[in-house]
Protein backbone atom coordinates (compact mmCIF):
# COMPACT_ATOMS: atom_id res chain seq x y z
CA UNK A 1 0.00 0.00 0.00
CA UNK A 2 1.21 3.24 -0.76
CA UNK A 3 2.38 5.94 1.95
CA UNK A 4 0.26 8.33 0.72
CA UNK A 5 -2.98 6.09 1.12
CA UNK A 6 -2.12 4.55 3.91
CA UNK A 7 -1.76 8.26 5.43
CA UNK A 8 -5.40 8.95 4.32
CA UNK A 9 -6.78 5.93 5.79
CA UNK A 10 -5.09 7.05 9.17
CA UNK A 11 -6.32 10.40 8.61
CA UNK A 12 -10.13 9.27 8.26
CA UNK A 13 -9.47 6.61 10.79
CA UNK A 14 -9.13 9.62 13.59
CA UNK A 15 -11.93 11.66 11.71
CA UNK A 16 -14.30 8.80 12.31
CA UNK A 17 -12.84 8.50 16.17
CA UNK A 18 -13.60 11.85 16.77
CA UNK A 19 -16.77 12.03 15.70
CA UNK A 20 -17.78 8.97 17.88
CA UNK A 21 -15.75 10.20 21.38
CA UNK A 22 -17.56 13.87 20.15
CA UNK A 23 -20.97 12.53 20.23
CA UNK A 24 -20.66 10.21 23.52
CA UNK A 25 -18.65 13.12 25.36
CA UNK A 26 -20.57 16.56 24.49
CA UNK A 27 -22.19 17.90 27.19
CA UNK A 28 -22.60 14.35 28.90
CA UNK A 29 -23.30 15.65 32.39
CA UNK A 30 -26.13 17.72 31.55
CA UNK A 31 -27.47 14.76 29.56
CA UNK A 32 -26.93 11.58 31.65
CA UNK A 33 -30.00 9.94 33.40
CA UNK A 34 -29.27 9.81 37.24
CA UNK A 35 -32.50 8.66 38.89
CA UNK A 36 -32.96 6.39 41.80
CA UNK A 37 -31.29 3.08 40.16
CA UNK A 38 -28.37 5.24 39.09
CA UNK A 39 -28.05 6.80 42.56
CA UNK A 40 -28.19 3.31 44.49
CA UNK A 41 -25.41 2.20 42.09
CA UNK A 42 -23.25 5.44 42.96
CA UNK A 43 -23.90 4.36 46.70
CA UNK A 44 -22.92 0.83 46.40
CA UNK A 45 -20.02 1.81 44.38
CA UNK A 46 -18.93 4.68 46.88
CA UNK A 47 -18.93 2.14 49.62
CA UNK A 48 -16.13 0.12 47.75
CA UNK A 49 -13.78 2.93 48.77
CA UNK A 50 -15.00 4.37 51.55
CA UNK A 51 -15.92 1.16 53.73
CA UNK A 52 -14.00 -1.70 52.04
CA UNK A 53 -16.99 -2.98 50.57
CA UNK A 54 -16.46 -5.38 47.74
CA UNK A 55 -20.33 -6.27 46.39
CA UNK A 56 -21.03 -10.09 45.38
CA UNK A 57 -24.13 -9.01 43.77
CA UNK A 58 -24.54 -6.71 40.88
CA UNK A 59 -27.63 -4.48 40.16
CA UNK A 60 -31.70 -5.73 40.49
CA UNK A 61 -32.62 -5.86 36.86
CA UNK A 62 -35.67 -3.86 35.64
CA UNK A 63 -38.22 -6.48 35.68
CA UNK A 64 -37.99 -9.64 36.94
CA UNK A 65 -36.77 -8.90 40.71
CA UNK A 66 -33.16 -10.68 40.20
CA UNK A 67 -29.61 -9.81 40.64
CA UNK A 68 -26.90 -9.23 37.92
CA UNK A 69 -23.85 -10.35 38.50
CA UNK A 70 -21.14 -7.94 39.85
CA UNK A 71 -19.06 -7.12 37.62
CA UNK A 72 -20.47 -3.64 35.97
CA UNK A 73 -19.87 -2.71 39.78
CA UNK A 74 -16.28 -3.85 39.72
CA UNK A 75 -15.69 -2.37 36.01
CA UNK A 76 -17.40 1.11 37.03
CA UNK A 77 -15.92 2.05 40.57
CA UNK A 78 -13.02 3.35 39.62
CA UNK A 79 -14.01 5.71 37.45
CA UNK A 80 -16.45 7.06 40.38
CA UNK A 81 -13.30 7.36 42.40
CA UNK A 82 -11.53 9.09 40.11
CA UNK A 83 -14.03 11.65 39.32
CA UNK A 84 -14.14 12.21 43.52
CA UNK A 85 -17.60 10.73 43.63
CA UNK A 86 -18.98 12.31 41.05
CA UNK A 87 -21.85 10.55 39.47
CA UNK A 88 -21.18 11.28 36.28
CA UNK A 89 -17.37 9.55 36.47
CA UNK A 90 -19.38 5.84 35.34
CA UNK A 91 -20.72 7.46 32.62
CA UNK A 92 -17.51 8.49 31.15
CA UNK A 93 -16.57 4.45 31.70
CA UNK A 94 -19.23 3.38 29.53
CA UNK A 95 -18.81 6.28 26.97
CA UNK A 96 -15.43 5.14 26.62
CA UNK A 97 -16.60 1.47 26.04
CA UNK A 98 -18.66 3.19 23.46
CA UNK A 99 -16.13 4.82 21.38
CA UNK A 100 -13.68 1.37 21.56
CA UNK A 101 -17.14 -0.36 20.47
CA UNK A 102 -16.48 1.51 17.04
CA UNK A 103 -12.70 1.52 17.15
CA UNK A 104 -13.71 -2.86 17.32
CA UNK A 105 -15.94 -3.10 14.76
CA UNK A 106 -14.19 -1.04 12.32
CA UNK A 107 -10.65 -3.10 13.27
CA UNK A 108 -12.87 -6.32 12.75
CA UNK A 109 -14.31 -5.29 9.34
CA UNK A 110 -10.88 -3.72 8.27
CA UNK A 111 -9.34 -7.10 8.92
CA UNK A 112 -11.45 -9.12 6.95
CA UNK A 113 -13.43 -7.26 4.16
CA UNK A 114 -11.71 -3.98 4.04
CA UNK A 115 -10.93 -0.28 4.86
CA UNK A 116 -13.77 1.75 2.96
CA UNK A 117 -16.60 -1.25 4.09
CA UNK A 118 -15.25 -0.68 7.72
CA UNK A 119 -15.40 3.31 7.45
CA UNK A 120 -18.76 3.41 6.18
CA UNK A 121 -20.38 0.58 8.83
CA UNK A 122 -18.52 1.63 11.61
CA UNK A 123 -19.66 5.42 10.65
CA UNK A 124 -23.31 4.33 10.74
CA UNK A 125 -22.51 3.17 14.56
CA UNK A 126 -20.59 5.74 15.60
CA UNK A 127 -23.14 7.98 15.33
CA UNK A 128 -26.97 6.26 15.24
CA UNK A 129 -29.11 7.51 17.85
CA UNK A 130 -30.22 4.57 19.90
CA UNK A 131 -26.10 3.66 19.64
CA UNK A 132 -25.31 6.77 20.99
CA UNK A 133 -28.12 7.21 23.70
CA UNK A 134 -26.77 3.74 25.42
CA UNK A 135 -23.49 5.05 25.07
CA UNK A 136 -23.35 7.90 27.44
CA UNK A 137 -24.90 7.06 30.80
CA UNK A 138 -24.26 4.46 33.68
CA UNK A 139 -26.32 1.99 33.46
CA UNK A 140 -25.27 -2.10 34.37
CA UNK A 141 -26.37 -3.13 30.10
CA UNK A 142 -25.04 -0.23 28.47
CA UNK A 143 -21.51 -1.82 28.36
CA UNK A 144 -23.29 -4.77 26.68
CA UNK A 145 -22.28 -4.07 22.97
CA UNK A 146 -18.96 -3.90 23.56
CA UNK A 147 -18.35 -7.08 25.31
CA UNK A 148 -20.69 -8.74 22.94
CA UNK A 149 -18.15 -7.41 20.40
CA UNK A 150 -15.30 -8.33 21.48
CA UNK A 151 -16.64 -12.55 22.32
CA UNK A 152 -17.63 -12.53 18.52
CA UNK A 153 -14.31 -10.94 17.14
CA UNK A 154 -11.91 -13.53 20.01
CA UNK A 155 -14.39 -16.09 18.01
CA UNK A 156 -13.47 -15.49 14.70
CA UNK A 157 -9.76 -15.14 15.79
CA UNK A 158 -10.33 -18.22 17.29
CA UNK A 159 -11.81 -20.47 14.71
CA UNK A 160 -9.53 -18.31 12.04
CA UNK A 161 -6.02 -19.25 13.33
CA UNK A 162 -7.36 -22.45 15.44
CA UNK A 163 -5.78 -21.15 18.68
CA UNK A 164 -8.13 -22.24 22.00
CA UNK A 165 -6.58 -18.87 24.00
CA UNK A 166 -9.40 -16.71 21.51
CA UNK A 167 -11.73 -19.31 22.84
CA UNK A 168 -10.66 -18.33 26.37
CA UNK A 169 -10.65 -14.81 25.48
CA UNK A 170 -14.59 -15.34 24.07
CA UNK A 171 -15.31 -17.08 27.33
CA UNK A 172 -13.84 -14.26 29.54
CA UNK A 173 -16.07 -11.74 27.26
CA UNK A 174 -19.08 -13.45 27.64
CA UNK A 175 -18.56 -14.02 31.62
CA UNK A 176 -19.16 -10.36 31.87
CA UNK A 177 -21.42 -9.97 29.14
CA UNK A 178 -23.74 -12.62 31.17
CA UNK A 179 -23.21 -10.06 34.20
CA UNK A 180 -24.87 -7.16 32.03
CA UNK A 181 -27.88 -8.43 30.81
CA UNK A 182 -29.44 -11.77 31.41
CA UNK A 183 -30.69 -11.91 27.28
CA UNK A 184 -26.62 -11.71 27.16
CA UNK A 185 -27.62 -15.86 27.26
CA UNK A 186 -28.35 -15.68 23.41
CA UNK A 187 -25.17 -15.56 22.64
CA UNK A 188 -24.59 -19.22 23.87
CA UNK A 189 -26.55 -20.24 20.74
CA UNK A 190 -25.25 -18.26 18.60
CA UNK A 191 -21.55 -19.07 19.41
CA UNK A 192 -22.43 -22.53 18.81
CA UNK A 193 -24.24 -22.23 15.93
CA UNK A 194 -21.25 -20.02 14.57
CA UNK A 195 -18.84 -22.62 15.76
CA UNK A 196 -20.95 -25.68 14.40
CA UNK A 197 -21.15 -23.90 10.67
CA UNK A 198 -17.41 -23.23 10.68
CA UNK A 199 -15.11 -26.06 12.15
CA UNK A 200 -14.90 -29.79 12.47
CA UNK A 201 -16.98 -31.61 14.83
CA UNK A 202 -13.79 -33.27 16.29
CA UNK A 203 -12.98 -29.88 18.03
CA UNK A 204 -16.36 -29.02 19.25
CA UNK A 205 -15.62 -29.79 23.07
CA UNK A 206 -12.05 -28.52 23.10
CA UNK A 207 -13.35 -25.28 21.83
CA UNK A 208 -16.20 -25.25 24.04
CA UNK A 209 -14.68 -26.34 27.37
CA UNK A 210 -12.21 -23.90 26.89
CA UNK A 211 -15.24 -21.21 26.04
CA UNK A 212 -16.81 -22.06 29.52
CA UNK A 213 -13.42 -22.18 31.55
CA UNK A 214 -12.86 -18.68 30.44
CA UNK A 215 -16.68 -17.59 31.49
CA UNK A 216 -16.01 -19.04 34.99
CA UNK A 217 -13.33 -17.07 35.36
CA UNK A 218 -15.07 -13.52 34.95
CA UNK A 219 -18.35 -15.20 35.79
CA UNK A 220 -16.89 -16.75 39.00
CA UNK A 221 -17.98 -14.39 42.00
CA UNK A 222 -21.28 -13.85 41.29
CA UNK A 223 -21.67 -17.90 41.06
CA UNK A 224 -19.96 -18.43 44.14
CA UNK A 225 -22.86 -16.07 45.63
CA UNK A 226 -25.39 -18.66 43.84
CA UNK A 227 -23.69 -21.83 44.70
CA UNK A 228 -23.78 -20.41 48.38
CA UNK A 229 -27.35 -19.36 48.16
CA UNK A 230 -28.77 -22.52 46.22
CA UNK A 231 -29.02 -20.85 43.09
CA UNK A 232 -32.43 -18.10 43.92
CA UNK A 233 -31.10 -15.77 40.90
CA UNK A 234 -30.52 -18.16 38.68
CA UNK A 235 -34.22 -20.45 39.24
CA UNK A 236 -35.40 -16.35 39.09
CA UNK A 237 -34.43 -16.05 35.79
CA UNK A 238 -34.81 -18.82 34.10
CA UNK A 239 -38.50 -18.69 35.58
CA UNK A 240 -38.67 -15.24 34.22
CA UNK A 241 -37.21 -15.54 31.01
CA UNK A 242 -39.35 -18.41 30.09
CA UNK A 243 -42.39 -17.40 32.22
CA UNK A 244 -42.84 -13.52 30.89
CA UNK A 245 -44.76 -10.47 33.05
CA UNK A 246 -46.55 -9.77 30.01
CA UNK A 247 -47.85 -11.10 26.93
CA UNK A 248 -45.39 -11.17 23.99
CA UNK A 249 -45.92 -12.86 20.30
CA UNK A 250 -48.58 -15.31 20.19
CA UNK A 251 -47.79 -16.89 16.85
CA UNK A 252 -45.80 -20.03 15.32
CA UNK A 253 -44.79 -18.19 11.97
CA UNK A 254 -41.23 -17.85 12.78
CA UNK A 255 -39.95 -15.78 9.89
CA UNK A 256 -42.87 -13.39 10.41
CA UNK A 257 -41.82 -12.88 13.77
CA UNK A 258 -38.00 -12.25 13.33
CA UNK A 259 -39.19 -10.53 10.61
CA UNK A 260 -41.00 -7.92 12.28
CA UNK A 261 -39.13 -8.06 15.68
CA UNK A 262 -35.82 -7.11 13.10
CA UNK A 263 -37.96 -4.30 11.48
CA UNK A 264 -38.47 -3.00 15.30
CA UNK A 265 -35.17 -2.77 15.76
CA UNK A 266 -34.16 -0.94 12.64
CA UNK A 267 -36.37 1.48 13.78
CA UNK A 268 -35.40 2.17 17.28
CA UNK A 269 -31.44 2.06 15.40
CA UNK A 270 -32.56 4.60 12.72
CA UNK A 271 -35.32 6.53 14.34
CA UNK A 272 -37.22 5.97 11.18
CA UNK A 273 -41.04 4.69 12.59
CA UNK A 274 -44.13 4.02 10.69
CA UNK A 275 -42.00 3.85 7.64
CA UNK A 276 -41.42 1.36 4.98
CA UNK A 277 -38.22 1.99 4.91
CA UNK A 278 -36.91 -0.40 7.89
CA UNK A 279 -38.58 -2.95 6.44
CA UNK A 280 -37.08 -2.83 3.23
CA UNK A 281 -33.54 -2.44 4.75
CA UNK A 282 -34.38 -5.91 6.90
CA UNK A 283 -35.13 -7.74 4.15
CA UNK A 284 -31.92 -5.82 1.88
CA UNK A 285 -29.79 -6.89 4.69
CA UNK A 286 -30.97 -10.50 5.26
CA UNK A 287 -31.08 -11.34 1.61
CA UNK A 288 -27.68 -9.62 0.75
CA UNK A 289 -26.38 -11.12 3.56
CA UNK A 290 -27.38 -14.64 2.54
CA UNK A 291 -26.26 -14.03 -1.02
CA UNK A 292 -22.48 -13.46 0.42
CA UNK A 293 -23.16 -16.19 2.74
CA UNK A 294 -23.64 -18.96 -0.33
CA UNK A 295 -21.37 -17.00 -2.50
CA UNK A 296 -18.35 -17.41 -0.45
CA UNK A 297 -19.15 -20.96 1.11
CA UNK A 298 -16.31 -22.13 0.26
CA UNK A 299 -13.58 -19.40 0.50
CA UNK A 300 -12.47 -18.03 3.83
CA UNK A 301 -15.75 -15.18 4.14
CA UNK A 302 -17.76 -17.93 4.45
CA UNK A 303 -16.95 -17.43 8.64
CA UNK A 304 -17.30 -13.61 8.35
CA UNK A 305 -21.07 -13.99 6.70
CA UNK A 306 -21.53 -17.08 8.62
CA UNK A 307 -20.93 -14.69 11.79
CA UNK A 308 -23.21 -11.36 10.49
CA UNK A 309 -26.09 -13.14 9.41
CA UNK A 310 -25.99 -15.79 12.55
CA UNK A 311 -25.38 -13.27 15.42
CA UNK A 312 -28.04 -10.98 13.54
CA UNK A 313 -31.30 -13.27 12.76
CA UNK A 314 -29.83 -15.66 15.43
CA UNK A 315 -30.36 -12.80 17.73
CA UNK A 316 -33.83 -11.52 16.92
CA UNK A 317 -34.65 -15.22 16.96
CA UNK A 318 -33.13 -15.95 20.72
CA UNK A 319 -35.53 -13.27 21.14
CA UNK A 320 -38.25 -15.37 20.60
CA UNK A 321 -38.08 -17.32 23.86
CA UNK A 322 -38.87 -14.54 25.61
CA UNK A 323 -42.09 -14.18 26.64
CA UNK A 324 -42.22 -10.31 27.89
CA UNK A 325 -42.38 -6.74 26.26
CA UNK A 326 -38.86 -6.20 24.55
CA UNK A 327 -37.40 -3.12 25.48
CA UNK A 328 -35.00 -1.06 23.10
CA UNK A 329 -31.99 -2.05 25.36
CA UNK A 330 -32.83 -5.80 25.21
CA UNK A 331 -31.58 -5.73 21.83
CA UNK A 332 -27.61 -4.76 23.43
CA UNK A 333 -26.30 -8.06 22.79
CA UNK A 334 -26.75 -7.39 19.14
CA UNK A 335 -26.26 -4.00 18.60
CA UNK A 336 -23.59 -4.03 16.65
CA UNK A 337 -24.67 -7.17 14.21
CA UNK A 338 -26.74 -4.75 12.02
CA UNK A 339 -23.61 -2.93 11.26
CA UNK A 340 -21.15 -5.64 11.33
CA UNK A 341 -23.80 -7.49 8.39
CA UNK A 342 -23.93 -3.91 6.61
CA UNK A 343 -20.14 -3.79 6.91
CA UNK A 344 -20.11 -7.41 5.02
CA UNK A 345 -22.67 -6.38 2.40
CA UNK A 346 -21.16 -3.16 1.67
CA UNK A 347 -17.99 -5.16 0.48
CA UNK A 348 -20.04 -7.55 -1.69
CA UNK A 349 -20.27 -5.03 -4.45
CA UNK A 350 -17.65 -2.65 -3.71
CA UNK A 351 -15.50 -3.44 -7.18
CA UNK A 352 -18.37 -2.35 -9.05
CA UNK A 353 -18.41 1.67 -9.03
CA UNK A 354 -22.69 1.90 -9.01
CA UNK A 355 -22.29 -0.26 -5.75
CA UNK A 356 -19.91 1.53 -4.31
CA UNK A 357 -21.10 4.81 -5.55
CA UNK A 358 -24.78 3.41 -3.59
CA UNK A 359 -23.36 2.84 -0.98
CA UNK A 360 -21.67 5.80 0.10
CA UNK A 361 -24.44 7.91 -0.77
CA UNK A 362 -26.83 5.59 1.60
CA UNK A 363 -24.26 5.81 4.31
CA UNK A 364 -24.09 9.64 4.23
CA UNK A 365 -27.68 10.15 4.29
CA UNK A 366 -28.34 8.29 6.86
CA UNK A 367 -25.43 9.76 8.96
CA UNK A 368 -27.10 12.93 8.56
CA UNK A 369 -30.12 11.64 9.07
CA UNK A 370 -28.61 10.23 13.00
CA UNK A 371 -26.86 13.28 13.05
CA UNK A 372 -30.10 15.02 12.98
CA UNK A 373 -32.43 12.87 15.47
CA UNK A 374 -29.84 12.52 18.01
CA UNK A 375 -30.51 13.02 21.26
CA UNK A 376 -29.20 16.45 21.44
CA UNK A 377 -32.77 17.62 19.70
CA UNK A 378 -33.87 17.41 23.34
CA UNK A 379 -33.20 20.13 26.14
CA UNK A 380 -30.89 18.91 28.41
CA UNK A 381 -32.16 17.43 31.49
CA UNK A 382 -29.24 18.05 33.90
CA UNK A 383 -30.61 15.76 36.37
CA UNK A 384 -27.07 15.43 38.21
CA UNK A 385 -27.49 19.13 39.40
CA UNK A 386 -30.85 19.33 39.55
CA UNK A 387 -30.54 16.27 42.33
CA UNK A 388 -27.54 17.81 43.98
CA UNK A 389 -29.35 21.17 44.45
CA UNK A 390 -32.16 19.72 45.65
CA UNK A 391 -30.25 17.52 48.28
CA UNK A 392 -28.61 21.23 48.97
CA UNK A 393 -31.96 22.63 50.26
CA UNK A 394 -32.44 18.99 52.70
CA UNK A 395 -29.29 19.70 54.50
CA UNK A 396 -30.07 23.49 54.21
CA UNK A 397 -33.97 23.11 55.74
CA UNK A 398 -32.49 20.23 57.97
CA UNK A 399 -30.38 22.99 60.26
CA UNK A 400 -28.20 20.70 61.34
CA UNK A 401 -29.76 18.44 63.59
CA UNK A 402 -30.17 14.40 62.31
CA UNK A 403 -33.28 13.63 60.61
CA UNK A 404 -35.56 10.93 58.41
CA UNK A 405 -36.17 11.04 54.99
CA UNK A 406 -38.59 10.07 52.21
CA UNK A 407 -39.21 11.25 48.78
CA UNK A 408 -43.05 10.96 46.93
CA UNK A 409 -42.72 10.01 43.69
CA UNK A 410 -44.42 8.21 40.33
CA UNK A 411 -41.84 5.95 39.63
CA UNK A 412 -38.30 7.09 41.34
CA UNK A 413 -36.81 6.20 44.08
CA UNK A 414 -35.14 8.22 46.41
CA UNK A 415 -31.09 6.90 46.27
CA UNK A 416 -30.58 9.78 43.98
CA UNK A 417 -31.08 12.26 46.54
CA UNK A 418 -29.58 9.81 49.65
CA UNK A 419 -26.55 9.54 47.18
CA UNK A 420 -25.96 13.42 47.58
CA UNK A 421 -26.58 13.50 51.19
CA UNK A 422 -24.47 10.71 52.32
CA UNK A 423 -21.46 12.65 50.03
CA UNK A 424 -21.94 15.60 51.79
CA UNK A 425 -22.08 14.14 55.27
CA UNK A 426 -25.72 14.49 56.01
CA UNK A 427 -26.85 10.99 55.58
CA UNK A 428 -30.49 10.49 56.60
CA UNK A 429 -30.81 8.49 59.73
CA UNK A 430 -33.03 5.43 58.91
CA UNK A 431 -36.32 5.03 60.67
CA UNK A 432 -35.17 1.66 61.28
CA UNK A 433 -32.29 2.53 63.35
CA UNK A 434 -34.07 5.74 64.98
CA UNK A 435 -36.74 8.11 64.78
CA UNK A 436 -35.81 11.66 64.80
CA UNK A 437 -37.88 15.04 65.46
CA UNK A 438 -38.00 15.41 61.83
CA UNK A 439 -38.96 14.19 58.67
CA UNK A 440 -37.36 16.05 55.26
CA UNK A 441 -40.15 15.03 52.40
CA UNK A 442 -38.86 15.59 48.73
CA UNK A 443 -42.06 15.45 46.15
CA UNK A 444 -41.76 15.06 42.50
CA UNK A 445 -45.68 14.22 41.71
CA UNK A 446 -47.95 16.69 40.97
CA UNK A 447 -49.84 16.22 44.00
CA UNK A 448 -47.92 16.31 47.14
CA UNK A 449 -50.25 15.08 50.60
CA UNK A 450 -47.19 14.14 52.84
CA UNK A 451 -49.64 13.58 55.53
CA UNK A 452 -50.87 9.97 55.71
CA UNK A 453 -49.15 8.95 52.83
CA UNK A 454 -49.03 5.08 52.70
CA UNK A 455 -45.07 5.03 51.69
CA UNK A 456 -43.28 3.41 54.32
CA UNK A 457 -40.82 6.26 55.29
CA UNK A 458 -43.78 9.15 56.05
CA UNK A 459 -46.03 6.11 57.52
CA UNK A 460 -43.18 5.23 59.57
CA UNK A 461 -41.86 8.33 61.40
CA UNK A 462 -45.39 8.52 62.63
CA UNK A 463 -48.42 10.96 62.93
CA UNK A 464 -46.99 14.21 62.04
CA UNK A 465 -47.68 18.31 60.82
CA UNK A 466 -46.16 20.39 58.46
CA UNK A 467 -44.08 22.85 59.88
CA UNK A 468 -42.11 23.91 56.16
CA UNK A 469 -42.96 24.14 52.67
CA UNK A 470 -40.39 25.14 50.03
CA UNK A 471 -40.90 24.62 45.89
CA UNK A 472 -37.47 24.68 44.37
CA UNK A 473 -37.40 27.64 41.48
CA UNK A 474 -36.98 26.35 38.01
CA UNK A 475 -37.19 22.72 39.38
CA UNK A 476 -40.48 22.02 40.22
CA UNK A 477 -39.84 20.03 42.87
CA UNK A 478 -41.19 20.86 46.34
CA UNK A 479 -39.91 20.24 49.69
CA UNK A 480 -41.68 19.77 53.06
CA UNK A 481 -39.97 19.29 56.76
CA UNK A 482 -42.83 17.43 59.06
CA UNK A 483 -42.37 17.33 62.83
CA UNK A 484 -44.39 14.83 65.46
CA UNK A 485 -47.80 15.82 65.88
CA UNK A 486 -47.85 16.92 69.56
CA UNK A 487 -51.53 15.09 69.97
CA UNK A 488 -50.00 11.50 70.17
CA UNK A 489 -47.05 9.99 71.42
CA UNK A 490 -43.90 10.84 70.49
CA UNK A 491 -41.92 7.76 68.45
CA UNK A 492 -38.54 9.85 68.33
CA UNK A 493 -35.04 8.10 69.63
CA UNK A 494 -36.78 4.96 68.95
CA UNK A 495 -36.71 2.46 65.96
CA UNK A 496 -39.62 2.00 63.79
CA UNK A 497 -40.98 -1.45 63.41
CA UNK A 498 -42.51 -2.25 60.01
CA UNK A 499 -46.29 -3.89 60.42
CA UNK A 500 -46.27 -2.24 63.48
Known sequence: MPKSVKRIEIIILILLLLIAIFFRFWR?????????????????????????????????????????????????????????????????????????????LYKFLR???????????SSLYATAPLIVRYSRSSWNPNPLPFFSL???????????????????AAGIAFGIAIQLHYLATILIAIFSLVVLVNTNFKKWPQFFLTFVFGSMITFSPFLIFEISHNFPNFKTILEFVTRGTTVGYQTKNYSWLIANTGNIFLEELTKLKGTFLTTLAFWIMVLSGLFGLFKNWRTEKKLMFSIGIIW???GLAGLRFYRGQVFDYYFGFMFPAPFLLAGLIFSLGWSKNILKITSIIVTLFAVIWFALNGIYRSPPNRL????????????????????????????????????????????????????TDQLLVVCESRKCAPLGHPIWEIAGFGRGEITGEWELPNIGIKVFRLIHWPGAPNPAGKPAVKGS
Do not use: C
Open 384 to 435: IDQTEAVANFVIEKSEGKSFNFALISDHNSDHAYRYFLEIKGHTPTELETMV
Open 150 to 168: LLIYFLYLGIIHKKVIYFL
Open 312 to 314: FLG
Open 28 to 104: VRDYVVFLGDEGRDMIIMRKIFTERKLPFLGPTASVGGFYLGPVYYWMAAPFLWLWRYDPVGPAYFVAVLGAATVFL
Open 111 to 121: DTVGFWPAILA
